[in-house]
């Protein structure tokens, strides 16, 4: 027993000494890398040289056209608080009801952008491409997200969400909601709010009266 012991306690003392006995050496030659794991990344690294470009440049001057999120074609950097869709395409942390939809304590109503079919069309292409995978472009909460495990997206059209103000709304879009991620990092603000405008359109569109329809769209909605 005591002999297997002292073999086990040279091998190991061996192994131990040849691991870590040489670590004060300083050696010439590139060290012998066994496992390299990351060491070596082939990627570029800002203010060095690159040798994938064939100038040798790691950065680049920006391609003429780009334009940065939040800055027009100028170049220049976007102000919020201007009711223009085009210039105004701006992210703020501002406390106030346009960049918040809270008024004082509660969540305010009212939509703090003209609403005019330009800012509704804005909404409903905003909708479509960020909404629509899970709430359906109706609104309905039927979005191809369902099919794939998330079950739980509220219907817009729902009257509890008729019922919830303005504001309340943009505050879910910028903050999200339980599951509900938040997107108020990927919408600008008065994009929001076009959003908030076309939700409510929707709501309204499903909340049409019979005695409303023309002759032709009552024989349609009969025909189904
Ligand atoms: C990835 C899926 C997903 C996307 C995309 C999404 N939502 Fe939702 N949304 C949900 C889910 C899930 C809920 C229900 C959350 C809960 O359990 O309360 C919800 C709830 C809501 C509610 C109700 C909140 C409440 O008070 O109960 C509103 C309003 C809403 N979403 C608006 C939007 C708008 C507008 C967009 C687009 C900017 C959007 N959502 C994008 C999944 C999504």
Known sequence: ??????SFFVLVLLAVV?????????FTNTP??????????PKVITQHASGFF??????????????????????RYLQSGVNNLAADSAFTSELS?????IMGDVYGNGIPIAVDAALLERGRERYDIYCSVCHDRTGGGNGI?????????????DDRIQAQPDGQIFSTITNGKNTMGAYGPSIAV???????AYVRALQ?????????LSPEAKAQLEKK
């Not at 997200?145 to 059209?157: D, E, R, W």
């Open 32 to 41: 012998l890398q066994v496992t390299p794991d990351m060491k070596h990344q």
């Open 190 to 196: 008065s994009d929001r709010w076009a959003v908030v």
């Open 204 to 212: 309204k569109r499903q909340a049409v009266k019979a005695e409303l």
């Open 145 to 157: 997200t369902k099919a794939y495990g998330l079950a739980t997206v509220a219907s817009l059209i």
């Open 97 to 101: 009801y346009k960049d918040t939809g």
């Open 18 to 26: 040849s691991m870590a006995g040489f670590r004060g050496q300083k």
């Open 1 to 6: 027993m005591v002999r297997y012991f002292l």
């Open 54 to 75: 064939s100038d040798n440049r790691g950065d680049h001057p920006l391609i003429p056209g780009t334009i940065p999120v939040g800055y027009n074609l100028a170049g």
